[in-house]
């Protein structure tokens, strides 16, 4: 039976989505020590993109190359994402508390709009990391220029991952099939911005096919 073949399309999509479902395994698992978020989160950006979306390479060794290569990068950004959320909740809290009026109308919009910059920077932070060799203050001036150039498309990314946190939060089961998939969608806005940024020279590799 031909849809039973290797090369099927029957056969080609029921291993993308066992692609998913082991990615999102995998990076669930390596997010429990909190500490390796950052890597953990690269890792998947970096490898939906070259595994799932390119069929290049295997999805376990894919994965924690990224992860071994970029622990120690990512654990900045990830302690000053942390720190921002940190700062963010205690800010929401704050807010909270205070008389209902104008006052708060206007604190809660800026803490808003502090939010939304912040979980901006994120979204752009980790995939630049997983493909760019930067310090980690360099990815986060070029992720802020990227937020700002780039709004429509991290608008969207933005609206994606709360989208995509909201599921796994309400419904815990689908923390085995929503972070690679969603990565998947995420990566088809930021590729077109991290493509008008790739050297000439690097044109040939495969995330610029």
Known sequence: MHFMEYDSPVMSTIGK??????LSALWFVCCLPVITIGAATTALYYTGVKTIR???GYVTRTFF????INFLPSLGLWLLSLAGVGV???NYIFTASMKAGGLQLFMTAVYGS???????LACYAF?????CSMKCFAILRFSLELTVRHF?????????????VTVMWYIPMTVFIVPAAGTVLFSFCMEKVL???TPESEKGKWYAE
């Not at 429509?152 to 995509?164: A, E």
């Open 17 to 22: 989505i066992t692609d998913v479902i082991w």
């Open 54 to 56: 390119k069929s290049r």
């Open 65 to 68: 190359h990224a992860f071994r």
């Open 88 to 90: 963010f909740y205690a």
């Open 114 to 120: 502090m939010g939304f910059l912040a979980l901006s």
């Open 127 to 131: 995939p630049v990391l997983s493909r």
């Open 152 to 164: 429509p498309y991290t608008l969207l990314m933005v609206i994606l991952v709360i989208l995509s």
């Open 195 to 197: 493509i008008r940024y």
